[in-house]
């Protein structure tokens, strides 16, 4: 157990719906970072927060957007969604956002968009 | 740019044997190189890092990896596989200068054989 949670664990919707992730990270972690893994792209880069605010920005739509909270958990938030969207969504935690720090990573949410 | 690739999409090797996953990089300044591995229906979870120092990097679970320069290479090896051993394996490092994110390897599936 890596310390990072994440729900729900599944999520089946249907396209043109909104969709909320959440994360909270490991206990003392300042970034969080959402990734997208799929069978055509791969695990693709997402977002970044630290300490409450965005640190950089990958492969988003702009339908998808993050945010971090004052106690540090994070929502990934998912609109007008499509069939492509269709994917595992993983949160990870790092303690700082150093080029050295090890990421962990949360179990990820399995969503299924019909 | 920073990138990492897995030439192999697939190992199989047998219970007992060596196994070797193998991984190049391609970065700017110095290589700071990270391995997960990925059991089905579960997240990432970090086996080893090579930031600096000796080539020959210790992780979890029995696993090594060897950092060579003049090769850019940094290859996973056990010394004797387990057939729980089998999962997906990603070779990833960090994207510099645009936060502490991850560009992965397109992942190697490896199936330990009883």
């Known amino acids: 157990d890596s310390g990072v949670t994440q729900t729900p664990k599944h999520l089946i919707t249907a396209t043109g719906q909104r969709v909320t992730l959440r994360c909270s990270p490991r206990?003392?972690?300042?970034?969080v970072y959402w990734y997208q893994q799929s069978l055509d792209q791969g695990l693709q880069f997402l977002i970044q927060y630290y300490n409450g605010e965005e640190r950089a920005k990958g492969n988003i739509l702009e339908r998808f957007s993050a945010q971090q909270f004052p106690d540090l958990h994070s929502e990934l938030n998912l609109s007008s969604l499509e069939l492509g969207d269709s994917a595992l969504y993983f949160c990870a935690s790092s303690v700082e956002a150093g080029d050295t720090d090890t990421q962990y990573f949360g179990p990820g949410t399995r969503l299924t968009v019909l | 740019a920073q990138s990492v690739a897995q030439p192999e999409d697939q190992v199989n090797v047998a219970e007992g044997n060596p196994l070797t996953v193998k991984c190049t990089y391609s970065v700017s300044g110095n290589p700071y190189l990270f391995w997960y591995v990925q059991y089905p229906n579960r997240g990432l979870q970090f086996l080893l890092k090579?930031?600096?120092?000796?080539?020959l990097v210790k992780g979890s679970y029995g696993f090594e990896a060897e950092f060579n320069k003049s090769q850019t290479s940094f290859h996973l090896k056990k010394p004797s596989a387990l057939v729980s051993d089998s999962a997906l394996y990603f070779c990833?490092?960090?994207?510099?200068?645009?936060?502490?994110?991850?560009?992965f390897g397109p992942g190697t599936r490896l199936s330990v054989l009883p």
């Open positions: 990833a490092v960090p994207r510099r200068g645009y936060g502490q994110n991850f560009v």
């Open positions: 090579y930031i600096t120092g000796d080539n």
């Open positions: 206990s003392g972690d300042l970034s």
